[in-house]
């Protein structure tokens, strides 16, 4: 056994959850290794295609995943998925071949250490025969407890070596939750004990607590949200508003803004959550919870700061309240706010004015007909772009494990992947995609790798032939641009689908979407592409907020 050997079989030792990659000769050992010791392998058609789909199957999988790519190229061709999962915070290990030290002049050499700290990755590397199951250890513990993506870079002279014999038996203890101070846990309990119309909004860092969140909201009267990223985790709650941000609905929004204290569990606050702080009242109060400290008040002022697990807060909390004869009370959670929530809190219950024509459907129609035609038990993915609100606002999903929403790079094009990776790591839900047609253009070459899979993946592209965004954003500055760099001839997405061996239909009505049904009922083992040709929104207003942030 080599050394090349000896970090695949750490890793499958320690658990790894799923492999993807590109294979060139720099990783074509250490990828059989985790092969031949039992880590499932997908092998990806472009190395960012790979870094994304191991981002995502880590997102909703709970499990790390690995990323192996060749030396040089193949780890910058991985640089956005790397970007976006080390963004996110997400447990993840890219294991990146190395050219030698004495190789200065290798077509393959160049600073991989800086390479990885550019995307905000943390650079490990494999420095000896004798150090390589503690390096490989270290940079899985640093995954795991600090949830960072880790670029594990493994020098091809050091590969060679041969391996040590070793019965070291391996284990990776999970870090304690850390618990917030009780000065914190006293000073948030006192401001939810005078507020009147809270509101806690979960994020990331907050799918954790779900019940703890709850029980919290309960006794205080508090509603609930989530970012974007944690959408579904209080589906069961009858005074869940969905998400806080962007996509709120009206109704959510009206709700929010009209807090009096906002609590973020695990939640950046950031431009997106509280759309650059209108959310939040003149004389809102707003709490922040989160494990890391640099965090609190990052992106927005905040009246209190609390550093700790967002489950051992809102139960630390509670206790208090129980212990000081602190009475449950109603709060925000009133009749009246559920029977408003019960009439219109979902997009699918606000009405608008259907802008379908005869060639072309208006993307809500079809958002809205496709999430009552799917199956319920479903995972979602969604690209970037001037769409994005609509399978995110449209399509519903079971709980927060289906949703996977990968945007902290605001890069289009990931969508694939992502959908891909997800769908891996929940076989039991139907993987369903929205995408734009500029995103699924640059990430088609792995829709070859749903076929592979025979990945029964659902491929909705909002095709607009253009970069909408642009398009909406420069067409309403108020001058006449020259849109000729952003629009493009229509392609039929369809036909490109067939041609990798998926299924294909172009929807320009919602009775072309009979075939969709007829597709979920043949008990498909492929992907399908459904080419919507839709009309003109005039703009997503999401992305009059978003292009604010620029």
Known sequence: ?????????????????????????????????????????????????????????????????????????????????????????????VLAAEAAPSAV??????????????VYAVSERVHSAQSAV?????????????????????????????????????????????????????????????????????????????????SLARHTGALVATSA????????????????????SPLAAELISDA???????????????????LIGARTKVVQVDLDEPALGANRPIDLGVVGDSAECARDVLELL???????????????????LTERIHWQQVEFEDLSTESAIDPRTLSKALDELLPERRVVSV???????????????????????????????????????AGLARPDRLPVLGTGDGGFHMAIAELDTAVRLKMPLVCIVYNDAAYGAEVHHFAESGQTPDMSSVVFPDTDFAALGRGFGASGITVRTVQDLQEVKRWLDSDPSGPLVIDAKIASDGGAWWLAEAFKGH
Request: proline share 4%; with cysteine.
């Open 260 to 278: 009096d204290l906002i609590v973020g569990f695990g939640c950046a606050l950031n431009m997106w959550t509280m759309r650059h702080g209108h």
């Open 383 to 421: 690209d970037s772009g001037n769409f994005m609100g609509y399978p995110s606002q449209y399509l519903s999903v079971p709980d927060e494990h289906g949703f996977c929403f990968t945007q902290a790079f605001q890069s289009i094009g990931l969508g694939l992947y992502t959908a891909i990776g």
């Open 105 to 118: 002049y290798s077509n393959f050499a160049m600073d991989q250490e800086a390479f990885a700290t550019s």
């Open 134 to 214: 503690a390096d490989t250890v270290r940079a899985y513990r640093t995954a795991i407890n600090d949830r960072r993506t880790v670029v594990l870079n493994l020098p091809l002279n050091i590969q060679v070596l041969p391996a040590p014999e070793t019965t070291q038996e391996i284990e990776v203890i999970p870090r304690e939750p850390v618990r917030p101070s009780r000065d914190s846990i006293r000073a948030l309990a006192v401001l939810i004990e005078n507020a009147s119309r809270p509101v806690f909004v979960a994020g990331r860092g907050g799918r954790g607590a779900k019940e703890e969140i709850r």
């Open 322 to 340: 129980r212990r000081e004869k602190v009475s449950a009370c109603v709060g925000y959670r009133t009749p009246e706010i559920s029977k408003r």
């Open 1 to 93: 056994m080599n050394v090349a050997e000896l970090v695949g079989k750490t890793l499958a030792d320690l658990g790894i959850g799923h492999a993807f990659g590109v294979v060139g000769s720099g990783n074509f050992a250490v990828t059989n290794a985790l092969i031949e010791y039992g880590v499932p392998y997908t092998q990806a058609r472009h190395e960012g295609g790979a870094a994304t789909m191991a981002d995502a199957y880590s997102r909703t999988s709970g499990k790390v995943g690995v990323v192996s790519v060749h030396q040089g190229c193949g780890l910058t061709n991985a640089a956005t998925g790397i970007g976006e999962a080390a963004k996110s915070r997400t447990p993840l290990l």
């Open 229 to 248: 990223v944690a959408k579904g985790l209080f589906n069961e709650d009858e005074f869940n508003l969905g998400i806080s941000g962007g996509f709120s």
